[in-house]
């Protein structure tokens, strides 16, 4: 089936600094969803892509649906302490019914 | 986004009992509703799909006969896990989407169930 890898897997930086992590996969997907999930909650869609190229921001938030249809970034600019938390790429393939395919996540930790 | 409520946000039960989960879609029809399972710091894994009106279909490896789902209106479905055994605990999250061509699914909040 479908796999998606999302790297990297956990990230330490510093409050005001620059993240991107990425998500790429061996198979065409037709829509890529960026989610945040807060621990013991569920996640939650920060942004949706929809066509190859797109570039789509949603605040401090910037993410890009790959070219290829095989891979997407979601870049966070001047990181806060409240965007702690697990980042998860998810893709869509019409061929799978319909069914959302995640990638492993990558937790984010910021030092204030 | 389209507002999700699932509960219990928790709950803890004994080994051989049921225990049932609902989530609800607020202000939309949900007309798929997705059921997946989490372990610690690792990823979402999908257990089984269902359509409104219809059986749902499980991903491969999961029992259907112990995981039962009924999605019987647009805006309910529920998670019956039946015999609980402590192996089954787990985070238990439900998601929605508004139509077959939706490309947008939006989650619950999360069970954590804990059987003991």
């Known amino acids: 089936g479908q796999q998606l890898n999302q790297s990297p897997q956990s990230m330490f930086i510093q409050e005001g600094e620059d993240v991107s992590m990425n998500c790429t996969s061996s198979?065409?997907?037709?829509?890529w969803l960026w989610y945040k999930q807060d621990p013991g909650e569920g996640p939650v869609l920060l942004i949706a892509?929809?066509?190859?190229?797109e570039l789509t921001s949603n605040g401090r938030l910037t993410a890009q649906f790959g070219i290829t249809r095989k891979d997407s970034f979601l870049n966070i600019s001047a990181s806060i302490p409240s965007d702690v938390g697990i980042y998860f790429c998810?893709?869509?393939?019409?061929?799978?019914?319909?069914?959302?395919?995640f990638g492993q996540g990558t937790e984010l930790s910021v030092k204030p | 986004g389209a507002v999700v409520s699932q509960h219990p946000s928790w709950v803890i039960c004994k080994s051989g009992t049921s225990v049932k989960i609902e989530c609800r879609s607020l202000?939309?029809?949900?007309?798929?509703m997705f059921w997946y399972r989490q372990f610690p710091k690792q990823s979402l894994m999908l257990m089984a799909t269902?359509?409104?009106?219809?059986?749902?279909?499980?991903e491969q490896g999961v029992e259907k006969d112990k995981f039962l789902i009924n999605h019987a209106s647009l805006t309910l479905s529920t998670l019956t896990v039946t015999s609980a055994h402590p192996e089954d605990s787990s985070f238990y999250i439900c998601?929605?989407?508004?139509?077959?061509?939706?490309?947008?699914?939006?989650f619950g909040q999360g069970t954590r169930l804990t059987v003991v």
């Open positions: 198979s065409i997907f037709n829509t």
């Open positions: 998601s929605g989407k508004n139509g077959a061509g939706s490309t947008e699914a939006f």
């Open positions: 202000d939309f029809q949900a007309t798929t």
């Open positions: 892509l929809y066509k190859a190229g």
């Open positions: 998810a893709g869509l393939s019409y061929n799978q019914g319909g069914k959302l395919i």
């Open positions: 269902s359509n409104e009106g219809s059986k749902a279909t499980y």
